[in-house]
């Protein structure tokens, strides 16, 4: 029609009486045509619910989607300065985990009381696996637990790598760096970390569990300096997922990667040689260690920030060894 | 107390002509002069044109000439295309041998004016690094970039861009050219958008192309002169730019009054950008497809519901 009138979303148009006086699942106004009641069919209160049913719960889903793909192709939502997107993480990149996390690796969590309800926090992790999915069950556990979203920290190589770099930082990751972790920190973020770094998860599969070197202790600076307490996390069952038996450090060279691993599946089977082992999976989250009661300046005595390194990683070590213990089998 | 005497490079320009004319109703602004090789485009009132090269030794006679305490370089060029050429506008923005873009080139220029600012102590020096301007009345790459029916992005990346406002850009000109406000500070509005976030909010279709080709596409397209794709262009649309505007807000004391977003939403609607699709119609179809879903499910599940 030409003479069509446009309607804008404003407020103005909750006046107009044809429209419906009802709001959708996701609260925006109805958009449907009232019948005499001032109601759509779908929004009939009372006596019209027994005419036309009830929203099904496909009804419900598909609204909630269908919604979902609106705000992604007009833009509408938000991100941080980090390029957070937790739309597009919570609705799709995590929803995608969940499945690993339930059935493959049947991720079992002790210790979330540890974990403040609001507030920052820094996580610490030991780090395993030839692939970082330690650090992405760790996220959806996180996110399971306790409804809050884990910033991890990562080294350069993620970031630059196409499709991966793009979706590490729209699920909420960063660079590993003082600047953004004391950033992250001081807005009240839980902040995840894995200070072992390549050498942890590119370890050979003999070493496993045995913690490495613990960099410099940045970490600890940044917790000093912003006073988030440390909470030392120990996650068994990723070793097992791609046993490294051999490095081929030479091509690792030639790719710019930090390592080149050889399992007993891959690259023997190929793709087929990327599905991970389906281990026992337990992540504990031990006592925090407050770091409020020092003042920033304990950031700047390098013996200070060493041995309250030493204590989170005995921490971690520690309660690996428990659970290991306490670990069925491998598989169990 | 003297007048302030302000003499501004890049006047032709929009930044340096906009400042000109806002200093214009300034009354304690007392003679304002243009320095450029181009009359300005932008009408004003009482500032003298003075149509000089920057690069020639003699603009030191017009500086002594023109008596200013106060000089604005807004002549710092990031667009080659119209300064006839990458080599034309290094020599523009800092006399040296070339080595790598804008970004170089910016970092130069800072330098220089950092160790005439510690020569001089006795001059107040404000160093401003802009983020992309947009706005409906600037015109810069990413504003014509935003033009483009189908947008060519890269394969794999997604940038995270922060904008500034044309209006704010000006007023933060203004407050440095009328302040004192020593040091260096990131301009832009607050909070970034993802690349793909913005070409979607402007109802454009983004395009992805595998880097490797984007520097051919881009020479390509570059040679028919309707947009101006650089090397320098092409590293942005696979990396973008976010700095931190803390000491904006703070040591400098202006809080842009557009966010990234606002900026954004505001060159769309005003410079009344040609979308594939607008948001009315993404709402129709959300609507419509919900429509025919639920009744294709209800039909379905109606003649089992009939049976029992």
Not at chain 1, 295 to 307: G, K, R
Not at chain 2, 195 to 205: D, F, H, V, W
Request: charged share 25%; net charge positive; aromatic share 10%.
């Amino acid at each position: 029609m030409a003479g069509a009138e446009v309607i804008r979303i404003q407020d103005g148009r909750r006046a107009d009486p044809q429209l419906c006086r009802g709001r959708t699942a996701d609260g925006r106004p109805c958009r449907n045509r009232a019948g005499a009641s001032g109601y759509c069919k779908r929004h009939e209160p009372g006596a019209g619910r027994a005419a036309t049913p009830a929203p099904s719960r496909f009804e419900a889903d598909l609204e909630r989607a269908l919604a979902f793909l609106r705000r992604r192709v007009t833009g509408a939502y938000a991100i941080d300065d980090f390029g957070f997107d937790p739309d597009l993480t919570e609705n799709v990149l995590l929803p995608i985990l969940r499945p690993l996390f339930d059935r493959w690796w049947r991720v079992e969590q002790r210790g979330l009381e540890n974990i403040p309800a609001s507030g920052p926090a820094l996580l610490v992790s030991n780090h395993s696996g030839t692939l970082p999915l330690d650090a992405l069950m760790m996220k959806l556990a996180i996110y399971e637990g306790t409804g809050r979203h884990c910033r991890l920290l990562a080294a350069d190589l993620p970031f630059r790598l196409p499709f991966v770099g793009e979706i590490a930082r729209k699920s909420g990751n960063t660079l590993a760096c003082a600047e953004d972790s004391t950033r992250l920190l001081d807005a009240g973020e839980i902040v995840g970390v894995f200070p072992e770094g390549y050498k942890g998860i590119g370890k050979p599969f003999r070493e496993r569990y045995k913690l490495q070197r613990f960099g410099r202790g940045g970490f600890v600076e940044v917790a000093l300096r912003t006073g988030a307490p440390m909470i030392p996390v120990s996650i068994v069952g990723a070793e097992e997922i791609f046993p490294m038996i051999y490095n081929v450090k030479p091509l690792a060279r030639l790719l710019g990667f930090p390592y080149f691993p050889v399992t007993p599946t891959f690259p023997a089977l190929g793709l087929l040689g990327a599905i991970p082992l389906p281990s026992k999976w337990i992540i504990e989250y031990g006592e925090p260690i407050q770091t409020a009661p020092f003042t920033p300046d304990a950031a700047l005595d390098p013996m200070f920030v060493f041995n309250l390194t030493d204590q989170v990683r005995e921490a971690i070590q520690q309660t690996l060894y428990k659970n290991l213990m306490s670990r069925r089998s491998v598989f169990f | 107390m003297a007048k302030q005497r302000v003499l501004i490079t890049g006047i032709s320009r929009f930044l340096g002509g906009h400042l000109a004319r806002r200093l214009e109703q300034d009354p304690d602004v007392g003679e304002i002069f243009g320095v450029d090789l181009e009359p300005p485009s932008v009408e004003l009132a009482r500032t003298e044109f003075v149509r000089a090269d920057i690069r020639n030794p003699l603009i030191v006679k017009v500086l002594q000439a023109t008596e200013v305490d106060t000089l604005v370089h807004a002549a710092v060029i990031a667009t080659p295309g119209r300064a006839g050429g990458r080599a034309q506008m290094k020599e523009i923005n800092v006399t040296s041998h070339p080595r790598t873009g804008y970004a170089k080139d910016a970092w130069e220029v800072e330098n220089y004016a950092r160790s005439f600012g510690r020569r001089r102590p006795d001059v107040g020096l404000t160093i401003l690094r802009f983020a992309n301007f947009i706005g409906p009345q600037i015109d810069t790459p990413l504003t014509r970039y935003f033009s483009l029916p189908v947008v060519p992005t890269a394969l794999g990346f997604d940038p995270r861009i922060q904008l500034l406002h044309e209006d704010d850009a000006i007023e933060i000109l203004v407050r440095a050219t009328r302040e004192q406000h020593p040091g260096t500070f990131n301009a832009s509005g607050d909070g970034v958008v993802y690349l793909s976030q913005a070409l979607r909010m402007a109802g454009k279709i983004a395009v992805p192309i595998a880097t490797p080709f984007m520097n051919l596409l881009g020479s390509a397209v570059r040679q028919t002169g309707l947009v101006d794709f650089s090397p320098e262009q092409l590293q942005f649309l696979q990396w973008g730019r976010v700095g931190d505007v803390h000491r904006l807000k703070t040591m400098f004391g202006y809080t842009p009054r557009y966010t990234t977003t606002e900026a954004l939403r505001d060159f769309i609607t005003r410079s009344k950008l040609a979308k594939v699709f607008s948001e009315e119609q993404a709402e129709q179809w959300e609507k419509d497809l919900y429509d025919f879903l639920a009744r294709l499910s209800r039909r379905r599940s109606a003649p089992d519901a009939a049976k029992v």
